[in-house]
């Protein structure tokens, strides 16, 4: 249910204390500022700073580029030092409310509550997703190929970490804000994911028999430094996950870059940006059909070049959200039309259109297909979140929703740990059913460690870092 606030109503307040996003982990970070297809899945950590939809043809690409590129200017430099690398407490995240068509919507400032509860619903998905795998649920006709592609969870959280981190950037090119120094970034990004992260690895590779086993040097250098995706054989059990934090990692450190690449479009010339990425994203589609030599037990699908269509899904929204195009913010104050839209990408990516089933590898046309699936996906279930936040979303602010955004960096890092110990210690054999409880044994038991992670670790060195930076 989504209610547009009056005039005179004030700003919805960040919902619950500490609710900085944690970033995408990724993948998942903090939205005044996460995480994250294949046998395993992340969810992006929330951002403490969390596709373009793909045209139909190339003229319809070109029309919309063009009609981007011609859209004025936003006039509200309201919300300048927008700080993306953590969740800003104090929030005004008011549009002109009821604004004609032709008014200048009044830049997001700070925290957006729904985007918290976008996040813990992606969580949640890529969870089910690996409980479905393992318990066998994918094999049952008709919905084990939907309940394997809530994998589409990380197109969510890489399109948060896009849209978070790259907002600052956005508003600095129209002089809306300042974005922040390298270091400092830098700085955010890794007290954000390290920590954390580091703390599971410890303990997954010391005290899961199954992958203490097979933790050699090799394995545990790979996974305290994030680069397994590149290094044979070293996603073990209770990680495998983890893939998906590595990408998340990998663009972190490319969107510095980014921002230099584009730094020339600033002023008259920034409202080229739209247009740009829109080429970026979908030339980075085209990723699989290039023939990249691998070794063995290495897939370059799962390199970072293969995912931009799906943070530049979120770069692309962070430009959206300071221009006043008249037609888009009314099509986003019909949210359910854009959730629809996202429905039917999932279904669509459940079939044959969006790879073969299971975890064979299908033919690269498929692999575009599913890209370009997850980039709409992302796009539109986050578009009427961050173009009109003056319209509240009550369920996605919820208490509930709040807790969940909070804690999903939590949940994504430890619930495969979770869901290897629940087969033997329930007596449950995988692969033979019980989808239902396993999925409900493993969140009831992910979420406490999540909130400990949050309240122990991740809160604490996210303050500390600010104090530095």
Same mark, same amino acid.
């Given at each position: 249910?989504?209610?547009?606030?009056?005039?005179?109503?004030?700003p919805?307040r960040?919902?619950?204390?500490g609710?900085e996003?944690a970033? =995408?982990?990724?993948?998942?970070?903090?939205?005044s500022?996460?995480?994250?297809?294949?046998?395993?899945?992340?969810?992006?950590? #929330?951002?403490d700073?969390?596709?373009?939809?793909?045209?139909?043809d190339?003229?319809?690409m070109?029309?919309?580029?063009?009609?981007f590129?011609?859209? &004025?200017?936003?006039g509200?430099?309201?919300?300048?030092?927008? @700080? /993306?690398?953590?969740v800003?407490r104090?929030? *005004?995240?008011?549009s002109?409310?009821?604004?004609?068509s032709t008014e200048?919507?009044?830049?997001?400032a700070?925290?957006?509550p729904?985007? @918290?509860g976008m996040?813990?619903?992606?969580?949640?998905?890529v969870v089910v997703?690996h409980?479905?795998?393992?318990?066998g649920?994918?094999?049952?006709?008709?919905v084990g190929?939907?309940?394997?592609? $809530?994998?589409m969870a990380?197109?969510? $959280?890489?399109a948060l970490?896009?849209?978070?981190?790259?907002?600052?950037h956005?508003?600095?090119?129209r002089g809306?804000?300042t974005?922040?120094t390298?270091? /400092?970034?830098?700085?955010?990004?890794?007290?954000?994911?390290l920590?954390?992260y580091?703390?599971? +690895?410890?303990?997954?590779?010391?005290?899961?028999?199954t992958?203490a086993?097979?933790?050699?040097?090799? =394995?545990?250098?790979? *996974?305290?430094?994030?680069?397994?995706?590149?290094?044979?054989?070293?996603?073990?059990?209770?990680l495998?996950?983890?893939?998906?934090?590595s =990408?998340?990692?990998? $663009?972190?450190l490319?969107l510095p870059?980014?921002?230099?690449? +584009?730094a020339?479009? /600033?002023?008259?010339?920034?409202?080229?940006?739209?247009?740009v990425?829109?080429?970026?994203?979908?030339?980075?589609?085209?990723?699989?059909?290039?023939?990249?030599?691998?070794?063995?037990?290495?897939?370059s699908? *799962?390199w970072?070049?293969?995912?931009l269509?799906w943070?530049?899904?979120?770069?692309l929204?962070?430009?959206?959200?300071?221009?006043?195009?008249? #037609?888009l913010r /009314?099509l986003?104050? *019909?949210?359910?039309?854009?959730?629809t839209?996202?429905?039917?990408?999932?279904?669509?990516?459940?079939?044959?259109?969006?790879?073969?089933?299971?975890?064979?590898?299908g033919?690269p046309?498929?692999?575009?297909?599913?890209?370009?699936f997850?980039?709409?996906i992302g796009?539109?279930?986050?578009?009427?979140?961050?173009?009109?936040?003056?319209?509240?979303?009550r369920w996605?602010?919820?208490?509930?929703?709040?807790?969940?955004?909070r804690w999903?960096?939590?949940?994504?890092?430890?619930?495969?740990a979770?869901?290897?110990i629940?087969?033997?210690?329930?007596?449950?054999? &995988?692969f033979?059913?019980?989808?239902?409880?396993?999925?409900?044994?493993?969140?009831?038991?992910?979420? &406490?460690?999540a909130?400990?992670?949050?309240a122990l670790? @991740?809160?604490? =060195?996210?303050?500390?870092?600010?104090?530095?930076?």
């Amino acid at each position: 249910m989504t209610t547009t606030l009056h005039p005179s109503s004030e700003p919805p307040r960040p919902v619950g204390e500490g609710t900085e996003s944690a970033e =995408v982990a990724g993948a998942i970070e903090s939205n005044s500022a996460p995480a994250g297809a294949g046998a395993d899945i992340s969810a992006p950590p #929330r951002d403490d700073s969390t596709e373009a939809t793909t045209a139909s043809d190339t003229g319809s690409m070109a029309a919309t580029s063009s009609a981007f590129a011609m859209a &004025p200017r936003h006039g509200d430099a309201a919300a300048s030092g927008i @700080e /993306r690398d953590a969740v800003e407490r104090a929030a *005004n995240v008011a549009s002109e409310p009821g604004a004609a068509s032709t008014e200048f919507p009044r830049r997001p400032a700070g925290f957006l509550p729904a985007l @918290e509860g976008m996040r813990g619903m992606a969580a949640l998905g890529v969870v089910v997703t690996h409980v479905a795998f393992q318990t066998g649920a994918t094999s049952l006709p008709m919905v084990g190929r939907v309940l394997e592609r $809530f994998d589409m969870a990380v197109a969510v $959280f890489f399109a948060l970490s896009g849209f978070l981190l790259w907002r600052p950037h956005a508003a600095a090119a129209r002089g809306l804000g300042t974005a922040p120094t390298a270091g /400092r970034y830098l700085l955010h990004r890794a007290a954000r994911i390290l920590p954390a992260y580091w703390a599971v +690895v410890c303990a997954v590779l010391i005290l899961l028999p199954t992958a203490a086993s097979t933790a050699g040097f090799r =394995v545990w250098l790979a *996974n305290l430094g994030l680069v397994q995706v590149f290094v044979p054989l070293t996603l073990t059990d209770g990680l495998t996950q983890m893939w998906s934090l590595s =990408v998340e990692m990998a $663009f972190y450190l490319l969107l510095p870059l980014l921002a230099v690449a +584009v730094a020339w479009l /600033r002023g008259d010339r920034a409202r080229w940006r739209v247009p740009v990425l829109l080429a970026f994203g979908t030339l980075c589609l085209t990723w699989n059909l290039i023939p990249v030599p691998t070794p063995d037990a290495i897939n370059s699908d *799962n390199w970072l070049p293969g995912y931009l269509p799906w943070f530049a899904a979120g770069m692309l929204l962070a430009e959206l959200s300071d221009l006043a195009v008249p #037609r888009l913010r /009314r099509l986003a104050g *019909n949210p359910w039309i854009l959730w629809t839209i996202a429905l039917v990408a999932l279904l669509l990516s459940a079939t044959d259109l969006g790879g073969l089933p299971g975890l064979t590898r299908g033919a690269p046309w498929q692999y575009v297909l599913k890209m370009a699936f997850g980039a709409i996906i992302g796009f539109t279930l986050l578009a009427p979140l961050v173009l009109r936040p003056d319209i509240r979303h009550r369920w996605l602010e919820s208490r509930t929703a709040a807790m969940l955004g909070r804690w999903s960096y939590g949940v994504f890092l430890w619930h495969l740990a979770v869901l290897s110990i629940v087969f033997p210690v329930f007596a449950i054999v &995988p692969f033979s059913g019980d989808f239902p409880q396993v999925l409900a044994l493993t969140i009831a038991l992910t979420l &406490p460690l999540a909130a400990a992670s949050y309240a122990l670790i @991740e809160e604490p =060195v996210r303050r500390w870092a600010r104090r530095f930076g």
